[in-house]
């Protein structure tokens, strides 16, 4: 499954299926980026971050890509397992130093079908 | 691994009440912020903090003012809190960009 566009509020995916998740940033000088996790009830997680020095970053079962041309960031989950339902933020840092602040794109819920 | 702990999970008060929210955080980090997160809004950042005693504007501080006494606590306080303050509060602590959130704090203003 795959969101597309701005904002895209929730995507529905197939366990086992990968997700893809979409998100367009703001500041082309943003030099700094972070996906989160949030899941019901609870504060947001770090998944994984990457800067802007590089295009792709992978962890476990995620990858980050980075389009600086067109100011797109994604998340690739793979092999979805229904405890990676929750809604997903990216971040962009503006500012520079330690002191930048970050800033929240609306988020995307992902719901994962058994 | 870090541990950012909010003083209460659910919280709930009535118009014109002066509230406290409560943050800590155990790492040693310089840096600290409040957020407010509301359905279709995302998360907005009300206050933060690059060190102690120290306090910057975010974006929506209106309504709200911050204390930093300590390096590892970090307040938010209501004056006087309105109904339209209901929502989910999260603190963050960073000491570069990567921001650790605490569990959140939902506020109902009745």
């Known amino acids: 499954g795959e969101s597309v566009g701005l904002h895209l509020p929730t995507l529905s995916v197939q366990e086992g299926d990968n997700s893809i998740i979409n998100c367009a940033y703001s500041?082309?000088?943003?030099?700094?980026f972070i996906w989160y996790k949030q899941e019901s009830g609870k504060g947001p997680q770090f998944i994984i971050d990457?800067?802007?020095?590089?295009d792709k970053r992978q962890g476990q079962r995620v990858t980050v890509l980075l389009n600086k041309t067109v100011k797109h960031l994604s998340l690739q989950i793979a092999a979805t397992q229904p405890g990676d339902s929750a809604v997903y933020f990216c971040?962009?840092?503006?500012?520079?130093?330690?002191?930048?602040?970050?800033?929240f794109g609306q988020g995307t819920t992902l719901q994962v079908k058994p | 691994d870090v541990k950012v702990t909010q003083s209460s999970r659910y919280l709930v008060k009535r118009t014109g009440e002066k509230v406290f929210l409560e943050c800590v955080q155990d790492?040693?980090?310089?840096?600290m912020f409040w957020y407010r997160q509301d359905p279709g809004l995302g998360l907005r950042l009300i206050y933060f903090?690059?060190?102690?005693?120290?306090?910057e504007k975010g974006d929506i501080p209106e309504g709200y003012s911050v204390s930093r006494e300590k390096k590892e606590r970090f307040s938010l306080i209501l004056e006087s809190a309105s109904t339209n303050q209901t929502s989910m509060y999260l603190c963050?602590?960073?000491?570069?960009?990567?921001?650790?959130f605490g569990p959140g704090t939902r506020l109902t203003v009745t």
């Open positions: 500041n082309s000088a943003s030099d700094y």
């Open positions: 790492m040693d980090h310089e840096n």
């Open positions: 963050a602590s960073s000491l570069r960009w990567e921001q650790y």
């Open positions: 971040a962009e840092k503006h500012g520079s130093g330690n002191t930048g602040k970050l800033i």
């Open positions: 903090s690059y060190d102690v005693k120290m306090k």
């Open positions: 990457i800067r802007s020095n590089m």
